[in-house]
């Protein structure tokens, strides 16, 4: 907690309230919830071995009323799903679909596994050896590819969507877009401001006339009341609407439906209107549906004329709903500017603001630079917060290799009776968790570039481009992780006599 406030501190000044006992409290309870929900079944199954069972050291064979009972993990999963999250629906989806992934990367893994099978005659003997262990134990082979590799995805994936996804959003802005909006400059200004930005030597400023009206009826019905549901509580319903008017098409906006002014007689009745297909789409607009727009108390009754898609990414200014220029240019209105800063900036802003005192001007770049700090600095924090659940992977790695240490250890010993060097060995157990971390970290590779293309196309509507950063640092990073791991797990097996270490396993 105070890692992730020292981290979001730039970003948002937090002062927390003393810290109580119940975060404890509620982590303990839940830890004792999860172990009895994944362990009772096993502890249960106890009381069905004999004690000539276990002094023969036979293989227990779970009864499948004790099997039934490893229904406790899926409960004390979904409980802790439900109690974190308030939502049931979302608890199991999530776990559906961490089930469908499990499942995917272990049968990816498997097929790796035995596409190397195919090659190990070209191997050494160590690398050999140790493709042949995780071969030889496929569950817990694949329960660890399966545990890190979703671990390090969610990792990945929050990197390259904090990181990757700034550099590919600012690669593909226009490399010619207005950086500057100059806002309310009224109508006897307009042409004094056009001069003053000429003088200045800046190209390619465009103005547009701006009038302030609020959406209230579609087809003589509130307009709350014909829009479909999902979308009642949407912003162009709660404000005013930017209105302006045009004679051509603005450019960068394309007409998908309808006819531009051209088509309809000047002046007429009901008033023609272009609406922008998104806004359409959302209040459910089609062309011919009459609208009614108030302005400053004054009704506006008006007719879909036409349908245009704006391009959003270039930032010039664009409008929802497009006039003709008789039908507003009577009201009153003010205009916007957009416009590149000349590199003289210090003396254009002080001419600006002492010609014009009462022209607001906006500056996009500090904008994007401040929207592309809270993104990455977000990111640091998610990334934070996921490096724990990478330690839990790392941790159920650690685990499965002391629930096999017993094993290695016999293993170890008897290759050093039959003339193995200690080296050798050293040698062969890395070489094995190189190669699971090493897998893992493909897989994970694989896996996240493919949830953020995703993630990209739909949700952000960049196009994907590859990065190989993140294709050439998880095989590596998994590898060694899992390789300093196994040095400190099973390294003093290596270092006992083998007479002594069959003495101790029995």
Do not use: C
């Not at 009206?213 to 003589?220: C, D, F, G, K, S």
């Not at 930032?315 to 800063?341: C, E, G, K, R």
């Not at 791991?485 to 290596?494: G, K, M, N, V």
């Amino acid at each position: 907690q105070l890692g992730l406030v020292a981290l979001l501190g730039p970003l948002m000044p937090l002062t927390l309230p003393p810290p109580s006992g119940w975060p404890l409290i509620a982590a303990l309870g839940l830890s004792i919830w999860l172990l009895l929900g994944f362990s009772l079944a096993p502890l249960l199954s106890l009381s069905q071995v004999s004690p000539h069972a276990v002094l023969q050291s036979r293989p227990v064979r779970v009864t499948p009323a004790a099997g039934l009972t490893y229904g406790l993990a899926l409960v004390a999963a979904l409980g802790v799903g439900y109690w974190l999250s308030g939502d049931l629906l979302l608890t199991l989806w999530t776990l559906v679909g961490l089930l469908v992934i499990g499942g995917l990367v272990a049968l990816l893994g498997r097929g790796l596994l035995f596409g190397l099978k195919q090659v190990q005659a070209q191997m050494s003997w160590s690398w050999r050896q140790a493709l042949r262990r995780l071969i030889r134990q496929p569950g817990e082979t694949l329960l660890q590819l399966s545990t890190f590799t979703l671990a390090f995805t969610a990792v990945l994936l929050v990197a390259r969507g904090g990181e990757q996804l700034v550099n590919d959003w600012q690669r593909q802005l226009p490399a010619e877009r207005p950086d500057q909006f100059a806002v309310d400059i009224q109508p006897f200004e307009r042409q004094d401001f056009e001069v003053f930005l000429q003088d200045q030597g800046v190209a390619a400023a465009q103005v547009y006339p701006i009038v302030r009206a609020r959406l209230t009826q579609i087809n003589q019905q509130p307009a709350v009341s014909q829009v479909p549901a999902r979308h009642q509580g949407d912003n162009t319903l709660r404000r005013e609407l930017n209105l302006t008017w045009q004679t051509q098409l603005q450019e960068g906006n394309q007409l998908i439906a309808g006819h531009w002014w051209d088509h309809w007689p000047a002046p007429s009745a009901p008033i023609p209107v272009s609406v922008e297909s998104g806004m359409a789409e959302r209040l459910g607009l089609s062309l011919g549906d009459a609208l009614s727009f108030n302005l400053a108390g004054q009704t506006l009754d008006v007719q879909v004329a036409s349908l245009r898609e704006a391009d959003w990414d270039s930032f010039n200014p664009n409008f929802y709903v497009i006039f003709p220029p008789w039908a507003l240019q009577d009201f009153s209105h003010t205009y916007l500017a957009s416009f590149s800063m000349p590199a003289e900036e210090a003396a254009f802003m002080q001419g600006a603001t002492r010609q014009f005192p009462g022209v607001a001007f906006l500056d996009v770049r500090s904008i994007l630079q401040q929207a592309e700090g809270v993104i990455r600095q977000l990111s640091l924090g998610v990334q934070y917060l996921l490096g724990f659940v990478l330690l839990a992977g790392l941790l159920v790695t650690w685990s499965l290799m002391m629930a096999s240490l017993d094993a290695r250890q016999r293993e170890a010993a008897l290759l050093k009776v039959l003339g193995v060097a200690r080296r050798t060995l050293a040698r062969r157990q890395y070489a094995e968790f190189l190669l699971l971390g090493g897998l893992s970290g493909l897989l994970a590779a694989v896996l996240g570039e493919g949830l953020y293309a995703l993630m990209a196309e739909r949700l952000f509507g960049l196009s994907w481009q590859v990065a190989p950063t993140f294709w050439l640092l998880p095989p590596l990073v998994g590898a060694l992780l899992l390789a300093v791991f196994a040095r400190f797990a099973l390294q003093p097996s290596l270092e006992e006599k083998p007479h002594r270490l069959l003495k101790r396993l029995g």
